[in-house]
């Protein structure tokens, strides 16, 4: 088990930029392939972005897609999500999620893969 807490949310205006950091602690949090979701009132949650447990593969939304990018540095125990050109639509809870992974390329879009979760970082973007 990993434990996970989120931080870096905010408020700030369309247009900026945030970046999230998820630091994980317990197990070798480098054995983990790692993803962002986010909850926006009344919506279920959806997935944002997920990288493998080495880096080398990341994986988004179609909604995010050449706005966000994640990344990990596993000497820090920490992934991170910047997130560019923010827009009111992406105003949510961000939680960030680990799964065990048993090879350096797994990555998976699907929350109920996912086995451990922090406790969310809230993101709110105005107009």
């Known amino acids: 088990q990993v434990q996970l807490v989120e931080s870096g949310g905010g408020l700030v205006q369309a247009g900026d930029s945030l970046r999230l950091s998820c630091a994980a602690s317990?197990?070798?949090?480098?054995?983990?392939?790692m993803g962002w979701f986010r909850q926006a009132p009344g919506k279920e949650r959806e997935f944002v972005a997920t990288?493998?447990?080495?880096?080398?593969?990341?994986d988004y939304a179609d909604s995010v897609k050449g706005r966000f990018t994640i990344s990990r540095d596993n000497g820090k125990n920490t992934v991170y999500l910047q997130m560019n050109s923010l827009k009111p639509e992406d105003t949510a809870v961000y939680y960030c999620?680990?799964?065990?992974?048993?090879?350096?390329?797994?990555?998976?879009?699907?929350?109920?893969?996912?086995?451990?979760w922090g406790q969310g970082t809230q993101v709110t973007v105005s107009s």
């Open positions: 999620a680990a799964v065990f992974s048993g090879n350096d390329f797994y990555t998976t879009n699907l929350g109920f893969q996912y086995t451990d």
């Open positions: 317990g197990r070798t949090s480098s054995s983990y392939a």
């Open positions: 990288i493998s447990r080495s880096g080398g593969n990341t």
